[in-house]
């Protein structure tokens, strides 16, 4: 990025924040916790910044205009001094849904990696190894796309589920966030939660992914005698993984083709088939009880592979250092995400189903900019559609220009 789109790009961060940083939302405890910054300039993270007072903390993006703003979930007794030297106090329980780690079939069309060493380079979701050189590191460059914010929204709303329902916390004890950028952070500030300790962290997030989950201790088995053994399995009210199960597995049967239900792993095809032919009839009983036991020919062993199924579907997709990481850095809402130019938005969660990230979150909403857009794919940005676009001047929507600047996509015009 050269020096003067990155001036243009500071200088339209730094009128935002002049405009708005009184509205910038301050965490609670503020003279407890780390906060971090991206710099335009240096483009690295300056971490351990410590703020005795909201009046500090805004002056400081203010004057600063940094490119991404954090805060730490943590809570420490000296929140500048180094990390081995903080005090921890405690920890907030955070979450974080990013379409980056979700399967989506749409990035091969939007999404490409390139490699650090070799500069080889592919579409879609990057290797765990460069096929050329056998390198793990890569650029990554991921476009905004309606399909993987919408299957991030999905999972962010089964994962609240379970907090709900599950683990009883209260809706007002959740905030959620959309990122800025491709998904949604969840945060639950509770004085219980504080004192979690990376391990116990962990058997929440293994419950959340139904991590080792074994079905014969939610209800799934047989009863009875040799000769009138009978298959008994969990309920759709049950409460917990039971019901989650049960579930799972209707859903998965209630939107699944009958060649769909024939690819299940490791189940021969003529039991496959028959759970096919009956789907209708499976679905249609669980109206009055489970029915496990009511397909002959279909047997406990089947039923196990086919939950498989509906455990993943019911489990919520988190990333697992977020939550596990009791020193780390979130978004603060309000901010700028520096990829995007696009705001960090909290969401009620009564509005999170009908929440547009792509109107709702446009920070630069008036004026025009001409660019000479070297290559981007086509985008969404309120109402207007954008590209696709390669090696041409056109004159856009201030959003939508900064948006193709952050991404480097796109150069100014004089």
């Not at 710099?39 to 410590?50: D, Q, S």
């Not at 907030?92 to 990013?98: G, S, Y």
Request: glycine share 8%.
């Amino acid at each position: 990025m050269n020096k003067d789109m990155l001036s243009f790009i500071k200088q339209k961060f730094s009128e935002y924040y002049g405009e708005n940083s009184e509205r910038i939302p301050v965490p609670t405890s503020i003279e407890r916790r780390e906060f971090g910054f991206i710099l335009f300039k240096e483009r690295i993270m300056v971490r351990h910044k410590g703020f005795k007072s909201p009046r500090e903390f805004k002056g400081f993006i203010e004057s600063v205009a940094p490119s991404d703003v954090y805060y730490s979930a943590a809570y420490y007794e000296r929140p500048e001094d180094s990390m081995e030297n903080k005090g921890w106090l405690g920890a907030d329980l955070v979450f974080d849904i990013d379409s980056d780690h979700l399967y989506t079939p749409c990035k091969s069309e939007h999404d490409y990696w390139i490699c650090e060493g070799c500069q080889n380079a592919g579409s879609g979701q990057q290797p765990e190894r460069c096929p050329r050189c056998g390198g793990n590191k890569f650029k990554k460059e991921a476009w905004l796309c309606e399909t993987c914010l919408e299957i991030a929204k999905a999972e962010t709303l089964k994962l609240l589920d379970f907090l709900i329902r599950d683990f009883g916390f209260s809706p007002k004890e959740v905030d959620i966030c959309f990122s800025g950028h491709r998904g949604y952070h969840v945060h639950v500030e509770k004085e219980e939660v504080r004192q979690l300790d990376q391990a116990a962290r962990k058997e929440i997030v293994d419950y959340i992914l139904g991590t080792g989950l074994k079905v014969e201790f939610h209800g799934l088995m047989e009863v009875g005698e040799k000769t009138t053994k009978e298959i008994v399995g969990p309920d759709l009210i049950d409460l917990g993984w039971r019901g989650r199960i049960a579930r799972g597995v209707y859903d998965f049967l209630a939107a699944s083709t009958p060649q769909q239900i024939e690819k299940i792993g490791e189940i021969k095809k003529p039991i496959a088939k028959t759970v096919a032919a009956h789907k209708d009839s499976i679905l249609e009983t669980w109206g009055k009880k489970a029915p496990w036991g009511a397909i002959k020919g279909v047997g406990l062993k089947t039923w196990e592979k086919v939950t498989q199924y509906g455990i993943r579907k019911q489990a919520a997709s988190i990333d697992t250092v977020v939550t596990t990481d009791i020193h780390r850095l979130i978004r603060a809402p309000l901010t700028l995400h520096g990829k995007t130019g696009l705001k960090v938005v909290s969401i009620p969660m009564d509005h999170l189903e009908r929440f547009d990230p792509l109107t709702d979150a446009i920070a630069f909403d008036k004026g025009v900019l001409k660019v000479y857009v070297n290559e981007a794919h086509k985008f969404r940005l309120g109402k207007e559609t954008f590209g696709p676009y390669g090696q041409e001047v056109i004159e856009l929507p201030l959003a939508a220009a900064v948006y193709l600047l952050c991404k480097r996509a796109a150069s100014l015009v004089d």
